[in-house]
Structures are given as C-alpha cells and as structure tokens.
C-alpha cells in the first residue's frame, strides 16, 4: 500500500492556486461579479474595486505562505485563516445561489478553494 500526503505548506500554496481560479471565474464566467454586485447591493461598484481588492488578498495570502515557509510554528495561522476565508466564501456562494435562485459568479470554484 503506498501512502500518499501532500506536504501541509503544498495545501497553502494550492489555496494560492485556487484563488487565481475563483477571480478569473467572477471574471469571466456566469455573469461577472462586479455586475452582480452592482445589481444587487452597491451600485457604485466597480472594475477597479475588484482590481484592488482581489491584488490586496493575493499579496496577503501569498505573503502568508511565506511567513509559514520561512519561519513555520506559530505563523501558520496566517495561511490557515486563509483557508478558513475561502471556505466561508464557498458557502457564501452557495446561499446566494439559494437567495436569488441563480448561478452565483464562481459558485463552483468557491466550494472547493477550502
């Protein structure tokens, strides 16, 4: 029997990965989220929000990874709460599919970033 792990910084690093996905599909698939936005809570929403926003989250969570490759112990709760974030933003996309009966930008990548 072979036994198969993947180291636990792999599994920070394919959150990393996963979020690359998550952004491309509010992007580009089902509707974009920024329209979504727009049309259901905050008209003033733009482009350039969702730029900012999403570049701030992959600096802090590919900075988080590497706190944890560095310096290990202690510092693995900045790439765990990452995970916990994506976790928490599939089910927020699963009660938006449930909320207004149709496909959430990202709906499928979100369930499985956490």
């Avoid at 959150?15 to 089902?30: F, Q």
């Avoid at 727009?38 to 926003?53: E, I, L, N």
């Avoid at 009966?101 to 970033?113: G, I, L």
Wanted: net charge neutral; proline share 5%.
């Amino acid at each position: 029997m072979v036994n198969v792990t993947v180291p636990f910084l792999l599994s920070f690093w394919f959150t990393v990965a996963a979020y690359v996905v998550h952004v491309l599909d509010e992007s580009l698939l089902g509707g974009s989220f920024v329209e979504k936005v727009r049309q259901h809570w905050w008209p003033q929403y733009s482009w350039t929000k969702f730029f900012w926003f999403n570049t701030g989250s992959f600096v802090v969570m590919i900075a988080s990874a590497v706190c944890y490759n560095f310096f290990g112990g202690a510092w693995v709760i900045l790439p765990l709460a990452w995970i916990i974030e994506r976790a928490c933003n599939g089910l927020w996309h699963v009660w938006w599919a449930n909320h207004f009966r149709e496909y959430p930008p990202d709906c499928c990548p979100a369930s499985s970033c956490g």
